[in-house]
């Protein structure tokens, strides 16, 4: 009897124990799965609510010279319609002259006001270009230095190229000469010289050589291509940003326009003078080299211009390796983005042909990647995999990089439990330059072309004490490695371990004998059943290195300080 009494005392105690046990473990689940879907669900609420708002307007694929309207819900700042004169709190504005208005007045806004002109055909330098009211809050008048813009009305004038103000008053008693086309001339591209070396399509073109005296000391005309899909559509604001510094013309979206075709403005340039800034992730990268080779294989070789890049995507990976950052914060100025570009020095990028022969006897054509960072089969190629797969089904969830990470950390941990690439070493073949390569148990190989892999993990130069020469992506070498499954590329990524080192090789053929497994060259995914895959040396592209010292040692680009000295 009493020993029963035991028994069920101490069941009872022990269930008592396991009790807040489950229930704490139950909360820490509970809890982990609002801090993932919170902020999804904000970000999704949040867009679907400004979707309507903040969105391009069917005129901004209106002809050159036409206003670019977009629509804000709600200006941020004291705002005046240009048009009638009475304040707005919403409605569009032009990106390209900074105009706002009313809804009710966008018609008589067209007919009234004249947009920022990308060519005009006055025989002299571009003369000022004002327009009445909603001036930057911090501003000196250029003929008396005091304020403008301080009276609560739309008031005084702006100049929508050079972006000097004056006073009503004080605009007849600015000296006359021509516009100087804003803070950072030799970026722009004069109005004036685009008309004159405007041709027809049965003309030779211009010899551009006489035409330069039009423009700035030491020009070299920046062409931005944005990716409006980018960074939470942070490329939008950039793009106008862009367009108030330079000439409308120079500002392309991607979204509407091909890279090549963007890119034939710079035919019109003196050869070598152009550069390029593209907005967006290392897959918006890719595929304006993709359309720069177009241009190679053309005849186009003499005006291929240098690439800078502005991080928009998840990874930024080739921005990282070039100096770029690790990602727009939106803490940096576009003026001061643009004098990065100017002043950093121009360098080569090695391009990878990644050729895919389907089976081991195939009479179909093979299939051809370009590889700018990276090639990968196992792990790392699962997780892009399913966070490829998932994006596709609801785009809208995607729009932010922090949950991006996030989503990907939850798929490495579901594959920590599951292994679905376990065993690879069984299934491939791997040769480096033509030398058979014996591999121990592993889950993953990645080809490596640039130092940077995974959102920032220097993985060939790893932590270990033993030291390893830095991976270079212009010396025409691959770097091979091997990971042993998903915690260890988690590892790898918090400097806890080291990956397998499988050497450097000028080519590489990997051969899946048997299984279905999942690949990925730059981010793009795919599921492959039995195939040979060569990597080979393609092309070389020229790049833009960021100037020294101008990021930090976590990669963020370094703003201005605005002390004076």
């Given at each position: ?563 004076g000295p």
């Amino acid at each position: 009897m009493g020993e029963a009494a035991t028994d069920t005392a101490t069941a009872t105690a022990t269930d008592a124990g396991s009790g807040p046990g489950l229930s704490g473990r139950l909360l820490l689940v509970l809890a982990t799965a609002a801090a993932v879907l919170l902020p999804v669900l904000a970000t999704w609420w949040c867009r679907a609510g400004a979707g309507a708002g903040a969105r391009w307007r069917a005129r901004a694929g209106a002809a050159p010279g036409a206003h670019h309207w977009l629509y804000s819900d709600l200006f941020g700042r004291p705002t005046y319609c240009s048009a009638c004169g009475l304040a707005a709190l919403l409605g569009p504005y032009c990106r390209s002259c900074g105009a706002c208005v009313h809804s009710a007045c966008l018609a008589a806004a067209d007919r009234q006001l004249r947009c920022k002109q990308p060519l005009t055909d006055a025989p002299g330098p571009a003369p000022h270009h004002w327009l009445r009211g909603n001036l930057p809050l911090c501003n000196r008048c250029a003929a008396c230095g005091l304020q403008c813009g301080s009276s609560p009305r739309l008031c005084d004038q702006r100049c929508v190229w050079c972006q000097q103000v004056a006073h009503d008053d004080c605009l007849a008693l600015l000296p006359p000469g021509a516009c100087p086309l804003g803070p950072l001339p030799r970026a722009v591209l004069p109005p004036n010289y685009l008309h004159s070396v405007r041709r027809g399509p049965r003309e030779p073109p211009a010899d551009t050589a006489q035409y330069t005296h039009m423009c700035a000391e030491s020009w070299s005309p920046v062409l931005v291509l944005g990716n409006s899909r980018s960074g939470s559509n942070m490329a939008q604001s950039l793009m106008g940003e862009f367009c108030t510094i330079l000439n409308p013309v120079q500002v392309v979206d991607l979204d509407s326009v091909t890279p090549f075709k963007a890119l034939q403005l710079c035919t019109v340039l003196p050869p070598g003078s152009a550069r390029v800034l593209v907005c967006g992730g290392d897959g918006t990268v890719g595929w304006v080299l993709d359309a720069i080779d177009e241009m190679k294989y053309k005849g186009q070789e003499a005006y291929v211009p240098a690439v800078a890049i502005l991080p928009l995507g998840t990874g930024n990976d080739l921005s990282r390796t070039l100096g770029w950052g690790a990602g727009y914060a939106g803490d940096t100025l576009a003026l001061h983005f643009l004098q990065l570009v100017l002043d950093g020095q121009a360098q080569t990028l090695d391009r990878w042909r990644v050729r895919l022969n389907k089976g081991f006897y195939t009479f179909h054509r093979p299939k051809v990647y370009t590889m700018n960072n990276y090639f990968s089969i196992g792990p790392d190629a699962l997780m892009a995999l399913n966070f490829h797969a998932r994006r596709q089904q609801s785009p809208g969830l995607f729009s932010s990089r922090l949950l991006n990470k996030a989503m990907y950390f939850f798929y490495g941990t579901r594959d920590c439990l599951v292994q679905t690439c376990r065993d690879l070493d069984q299934k491939i073949e791997l040769e480096m330059d033509g030398e058979r390569v014996s591999l121990p148990k592993l889950e993953g190989v990645i080809v490596l072309n640039i130092a940077y892999w995974g959102g920032g993990c220097r993985l060939w130069e790893g932590t270990g004490s033993q030291t390893y020469p830095p991976a270079s992506h212009q010396d025409g070498l691959l770097e091979v490695v091997g990971v042993y499954g998903s915690f260890h590329c988690a590892q790898i990524h918090v400097g806890l371990a080291d990956p397998l080192r499988l050497g450097q090789a000028h080519t590489v053929r990997l051969t899946l004998k048997s299984s279905v497994m999942p690949m990925q060259v730059d981010g793009e995914p795919w599921d492959q059943g039995p195939c040979t895959l060569l990597i080979s040396h393609k092309t070389r592209a020229l790049m833009i290195q960021a100037p020294p010292g101008s990021s930090d040692q976590e990669g963020s680009l370094l703003t201005p300080s605005t002390e004076g000295p």
